[in-house]
């Protein structure tokens, strides 16, 4: 169980602060949930049931774990699937598992993939563009908050850290 404060990942909102524990005025007796504040949606909260087992919550990485994945982000393969169908619902499946590793699988996959593409004169395709962005924005979402950094600087720093590797 997470405390008030704590920084997470939830599943469908990103990185997020835990505001609130308890239940809520909805007539539901006897639940309790999680009052989650993402740091990327302005002006939003999340309701999440404690005892969901419906979306992904886990903590937040810490900077050492960050510090890892960096180091380690070379050695990630990427997510070659030629089908186009199941190429996205690979992207999908990834971003779903909130998990960094993952993301960091759709970004270089998609990253190799549209030098590929350039070098053929083709543009990126809607559906990479599309998964590239969202796995861009959790994955640096999350290096943010763990390095308590904004999103911009910790994009910055991760690129830094693969040059010098």
Do not use: Q
Not at 9 to 34: D, F, P, Q, W
Not at 82 to 98: L, P, Q, V
Not at 131 to 158: H, I, P
């Amino acid at each position: 169980m997470f405390e008030v404060g704590d920084n997470i990942i939830h599943g469908g909102s990103g990185a997020c602060r835990v505001e609130n524990i308890g239940a809520l005025n909805t007539g539901v007796k006897g639940r309790i949930y999680y009052t989650l504040v993402p740091y990327y949606i302005k002006g939003s909260s999340v309701y999440t049931p404690v005892d969901s087992d419906k979306v992904i919550m886990r903590p937040v990485m810490t900077k050492e774990e960050v510090m890892s994945l960096i180091d380690d982000i070379k050695n990630i393969d990427t997510l070659w699937v030629k089908d186009e169908k199941k190429r996205e619902e690979t992207y999908k499946n990834a971003i779903r598992s909130c998990d960094a590793r993952e993301l960091v699988k759709i970004i270089k996959t998609i990253y190799l993939r549209k030098k590929e593409r350039v070098a053929e004169g083709k543009k990126m395709t809607y559906s990479d563009e599309k998964y590239y962005r969202l796995a861009e924005d959790n994955l640096y979402g999350e290096v943010a908050v763990s390095l308590s950094v904004t999103k911009e600087e910790a994009k910055e720093f991760v690129e830094r850290k693969v040059e010098e590797v």
